[in-house]
DNA sequence: TTGACTTCATTGCATATGCAATGATTATGC
DNA sequence: GCATAATCATTGCATATGCAATGAAGTCAA
């Protein structure tokens, strides 16, 4: 029961918790704007912005396929289309050639929305390399070699 | 209703993106661990990491102290320090001088605990460390202008 | 063709979360 | 000294989440 002393462990140096704390705070000051001004949340932002690229290829655009790309959970995406299709922002219908898929699109109202909020994300984007100046080079390069594997 | 193009947006670039993805990858891996092997979540996790170091000034260790420091909100703390003392991890006791506060400390076995989790949690820092190489000060860098405000 | 296996998307369920409201205690102004 | 305001921790509640299970559709081999 002596009081072994423990490694000395600093949470603030720990890279993990630091790229957890950036990416909240980075997330949410734009998820923010999102939320208040359009009701979007983060999930749902991030199936729109996949919708929002038409250079990419044979464009299946199925919930297997944005769950690949974007990161979340096929659940997650589930439920982000429906709460964007009873929002009237996206269409799924169901692929003729194979009856599994659920093909997701944009509606028009669907664009119109994006036409705000994509501008919003790219004036962020410059306000982030702004801020950090010399350093997001740096930045950059980790995060490459962090997501490269 | 004419299809306006949309801006070319990549979410694959979009910084707080890529950190969120870093982060997740990164806290699941070593999450998957504690989780499996001792029950432990992150929230819980980052509570224990707080009250495993002894040195650090005044030492409230209120869960207001630690929802300061380990960037939580103050539910998650007051929950995650709730189901550590109902696991015999920690203990709480009212402050005396202010009966609002309420001190957090690590019991004997939290102690036992964390002299196990630390090792692990260090290890795979340097693993990190050695994956990036060269990038990892660029990253660090970055972080910390992220993080500085 | 049939039957076993795979792939997709959704849903059920238990748990986790954020946020506001509450209760308890201390600080402050008059 | 007393009422009001501020601080701290917890809890209620609605929503979000992960994971497993389900159901529907397609593939493959014999």
């Known amino acids: 029961m002596t009081t072994r002393p423990l490694p000395d462990f600093d949470l603030m140096r720990f ?34 912005v996949h919708l929002a690229r038409p250079t990419d290829g044979a464009r299946t655009v199925s919930v297997r396929d944005i769950e690949a790309r974007v990161a979340m959970e096929k659940s997650k995406v ?20 194979d009856r599994r898929l659920v093909r997701l699109a ?17 004036a962020y984007q410059r306000e982030i390399e702004a801020r950090l100046a010399e350093a997001f080079a740096g930045l950059e390069a980790g995060l490459e070699a962090l997501l490269r594997e």
């Open 106 to 122: 944009l509606t028009d109202a669907g664009r119109a929305l994006m036409a705000e909020l994509l501008p919003l994300a790219l």
């Open 78 to 97: 589930s439920r982000a289309a429906s709460r964007l299709e009873a929002a009237g922002l996206i269409a799924k219908t169901v692929e003729a050639g």
């Open 15 to 48: 890279t993990p918790y630091r790229l957890a704390v950036a990416a909240e705070r980075t997330s949410e000051e734009l998820a923010r704007q999102y939320r208040k001004r359009f009701g979007i949340s983060i999930p749902e932002w991030r199936v729109l």
